[in-house]
């Protein structure tokens, strides 16, 4: 596969498309993420609470490809947001990885409630300032968090990466980064696979260019300009997910799939000021 890359605001680059590895542990674990990464996949994207981060460095290493190549994103979990536990959890994960430094590092929800994401911020700033990580960001901020992190440091995340996917586009954040020259990377991007699939806007779309419904999808992220990262154990189907930069689809297709979007359209129960991750 040959992915498009973009430009961060920090003068480094993400490729347009990425590889989810949540739940991807053990045997079987390795075994798909080492068949990402040989299907041309190289923004591989794990946790600490994905609890795969020795896998997926593993997997880098068996693939014998370059580590230059590979844009490895982590996050900071809930239970380390104080500034020194964050520095000891990048630490961590560097081991765990066994790499030298983290390509792209998150603090993985703001947890507004225990009210120290500001302090995993910092240490990010810091982290980044003495290269154990080489890009920051955060995901699943909204505006308001974005803005205090940003008055609090003078320094505007790299990404934030969100719930997005037809039912919740997302359409007023993206507003918000696009202004601020953040990337939006879409987690979950395929939603609920069965059912978005079945939309009309959808299929329409997949037959009128032959290709898949997740096809469609993850190329309408792609016009969006947005990071999609789905998942995928089997090798067809990674090959055909990385497939969508050949076809375009028109204004009133993207624009009849964002109209599938929803009030309640989040289907993970992560509204980020209520939802406490440890």
């Given at each position: 596969?040959d992915?498009?890359?973009?430009d961060?605001?920090?003068?480094?680059?993400?490729?347009?498309?990425g590889?989810?590895?949540?739940?991807?542990?053990?045997?079987?674990?390795?075994?798909a993420?080492?068949g990402?990464?040989?299907?041309g996949?190289?923004?591989?994207?794990?946790?600490v609470?994905?609890?795969?981060?020795?896998?997926?460095?593993?997997?880098i290493?068996?693939?014998?490809?370059?580590?230059?190549?590979?844009?490895?994103?982590?996050?900071?979990?809930?239970?380390?947001?104080?500034?020194?536990?964050?520095?000891?959890?990048?630490?961590?994960?560097l081991?765990?990885?066994?790499?030298?430094?983290?390509?792209l590092?998150l603090?993985?929800?703001?947890?507004?409630?225990?009210?120290q994401?500001?302090?995993?911020?910092?240490?990010?700033?810091?982290?980044?300032?003495?290269?154990?990580?080489?890009s920051?960001?955060?995901?699943?901020?909204?505006?308001?968090?974005?803005?205090?992190?940003?008055?609090?440091?003078?320094?505007?995340?790299?990404?934030?990466?969100?719930?997005?996917?037809?039912?919740?586009?997302?359409?007023?954040?993206?507003a918000?980064?696009?202004?601020?020259?953040?990337?939006?990377?879409?987690?979950?991007?395929?939603?609920?696979?069965?059912?978005?699939?079945?939309?009309?806007?959808?299929?329409?779309?997949?037959?009128?260019?032959?290709?898949?419904?997740?096809?469609?999808?993850?190329?309408?992220?792609?016009?969006?300009?947005?990071?999609?990262?789905?998942?995928?154990?089997?090798?067809?189907?990674?090959?055909?997910?990385?497939?969508?930069?050949?076809?375009?689809?028109?204004?009133?297709?993207?624009?009849?799939?964002?109209?599938?979007?929803?009030?309640?359209?989040?289907?993970?129960?992560?509204?980020?000021?209520?939802?406490?991750?440890?």
């Amino acid at each position: 596969m040959d992915i498009p890359v973009y430009d961060l605001n920090d003068g480094t680059e993400l490729p347009a498309l990425g590889f989810g590895t949540t739940g991807l542990q053990g045997a079987d674990g390795l075994e798909a993420i080492l068949g990402a990464a040989q299907a041309g996949y190289r923004l591989l994207d794990t946790a600490v609470n994905y609890g795969n981060e020795m896998t997926v460095g593993e997997a880098i290493r068996r693939s014998e490809i370059p580590r230059a190549e590979f844009r490895v994103t982590s996050k900071i979990p809930g239970r380390h947001h104080a500034y020194d536990d964050a520095i000891v959890s990048t630490h961590e994960s560097l081991g765990r990885l066994g790499l030298e430094n983290i390509d792209l590092h998150l603090i993985h929800w703001p947890n507004p409630k225990r009210d120290q994401y500001t302090e995993a911020w910092r240490a990010l700033v810091d982290l980044q300032r003495d290269g154990l990580v080489t890009s920051i960001g955060v995901s699943n901020f909204t505006a308001e968090h974005l803005d205090r992190i940003m008055d609090s440091s003078g320094v505007v995340p790299a990404v934030n990466q969100i719930e997005m996917h037809p039912y919740f586009p997302q359409e007023e954040l993206r507003a918000v980064h696009d202004s601020l020259g953040i990337r939006t990377v879409a987690w979950s991007p395929l939603a609920k696979a069965k059912a978005v699939f079945e939309e009309e806007p959808i299929r329409a779309a997949a037959e009128a260019h032959g290709v898949s419904p997740a096809q469609v999808v993850l190329r309408w992220h792609f016009q969006l300009g947005a990071v999609p990262i789905p998942k995928s154990t089997q090798p067809d189907r990674q090959l055909s997910n990385g497939d969508i930069f050949d076809f375009e689809l028109s204004e009133d297709e993207v624009a009849a799939i964002t109209g599938l979007g929803r009030e309640d359209g989040r289907l993970f129960d992560g509204d980020p000021n209520e939802h406490y991750e440890m």
